[in-house]
Every structure is written in C-alpha cells, then in structure tokens.
C-alpha cells in the first residue's frame, strides 16, 4: 500500500508559478512510477505529467510542455510537479497518482493509488 498526499496548491495570478509536493508513504514508496493528474470543475480527469521511478524518464501531456516540469527525490519519497506561466483554464483539484510496475503512464486507470488532490486557483 502506498499513501500519497499532495500540497502546494493555492491561489495564484495568471502568469505565476506554483510547485506541488506529493508524499509517499508505505513500502517502498520510491519504487512507483509515479503522475500527475488534474480535474476541472465540470470536467474528466485529464493526465498532466509522469515520471518512472528513477526519476530518469518523464512525460507531459501536450498543453503543459515547456511550463510543468516533474521531479522526484526518491530520499525524500516525494514527487514535485514545478508549474510555470500558469493560465486561468488550468484551474483544478491537482491529484498525484502512484502504480505498480516498472513503467509510467499517461492513462488514469493505470494508477492504483491516488492522494486527496490539491485546488490550484489561477486568476486574470
């Protein structure tokens, strides 16, 4: 079992950075692959960004290349996801998300573990 909580979130201005934490606890916590996840309101859980466990390998869904970096410390059991020239339509609960296997993935329902989720509120 791994248990994962996420924070970081707040509100922000159109434009601004904000940097999420996830903590991992539970066996071997550093072992997941591990994503980052986020949901309007009125909307489907769409995928943000991955990382396997190494850290050495990540992926970004396509509006967030080049602004959202994804991070890991695998001493520390916590995943970061650093968000940069952040748009008001990125309003949302931003969950982190953990899976067992060796691999990340972009697909939700590849996740077997899921945090409480942190609201990020993006103004004009």
């Known amino acids: 079992q791994v248990q994962l909580v996420e924070s970081g979130g707040g509100l922000v201005q159109a434009g601004g950075s904000l940097r999420l934490s996830c903590a991992a606890s539970?066996?071997?916590?550093?072992?997941?692959?591990m994503g980052w996840f986020r949901q309007a309101p009125g909307k489907e859980r769409e995928f943000v960004a991955a990382?396997?466990?190494?850290?050495?390998?990540?992926a970004y869904a396509d509006s967030v290349k080049g602004r959202f970096t994804i991070t890991r410390d695998n001493a520390k059991n916590t995943v970061y996801l650093q968000m940069n020239s952040l748009k008001p339509e990125e309003t949302a609960v931003y969950y982190c998300?953990?899976?067992?296997?060796?691999?990340?993935?972009?697909?939700?329902?590849?996740?077997?573990?899921w945090g409480q989720g942190t609201q990020v509120t993006v103004s004009t």
């Open positions: 998300a953990a899976r067992n296997g060796w691999l990340y993935k972009t697909d939700m329902g590849a996740y077997d573990y």
């Open positions: 539970g066996r071997t916590a550093s072992n997941y692959p």
């Open positions: 990382i396997n466990s190494s850290g050495g390998n990540t």
